[in-house]
């Protein structure tokens, strides 16, 4: 006869973790702790960029992005840095350049290809976007301990990779 999955041990003796379990338990409040930051982060980025410069988070993202890549940088580029779609990426892009603070050339490797920069306003939209996010993080970052902020980083970047996420320099 089967035993029943919510059959108990035996008298007397207590149930085990297995380290198997143990790991999924580690593994589930990873993953719940990583989306609820990422949540966090996200609201508060979206209030500091949309109340401090008048942008989404989205659109400073992007700008942020052509920032650190300026003159060589394309669309899907932009787009697998950031882990969005061509098309989200497309849409910030246009924003962008209509409010001024980026230009679409053809790319001097390719006629087919786009590469996209900032503008001068774009520029220092992020510098300004930068001093915004070192201000507000600096408090409740303030309270971790440099070489735990150190190891989370490390951490986070182990796990995007092995995940299949491109590396990135930090």
Do not use: C
């Amino acid at each position: 006869m089967a035993r029943s999955r919510a059959s108990s041990p035996p008298a007397g003796k207590r149930s085990q973790r297995s380290p198997l379990s143990d790991a999924t338990g580690d593994i589930a409040a990873l993953w719940f702790l990583v989306r609820r930051v990422d949540a966090l982060m996200d609201r508060a980025g979206e209030a500091l960029y949309r109340d401090g410069l008048g942008i989404s988070l989205a659109q400073f993202l992007v700008l942020s992005v052509v920032d650190a890549y300026p003159g060589e940088i394309n669309q899907q580029a932009v787009a697998d840095r950031l882990a969005l779609t061509k098309g989200t990426v497309s849409r910030q892009i246009d924003s962008a350049v209509a409010a001024g603070l980026m230009t679409v050339a053809v790319s001097p490797r390719s006629r087919r290809e786009h590469v996209v920069t900032l503008t001068p306003l774009g520029t220092e939209l992020v510098r300004k976007g930068d001093a915004l996010l070192d201000d507000s993080m600096t408090d409740g970052i303030a309270e971790l301990d440099a070489r735990d902020l150190a190891a989370t980083i490390r951490t986070l970047g182990a796990l995007n990779t092995a995940m299949g996420g491109s590396p990135l320099e930090v």
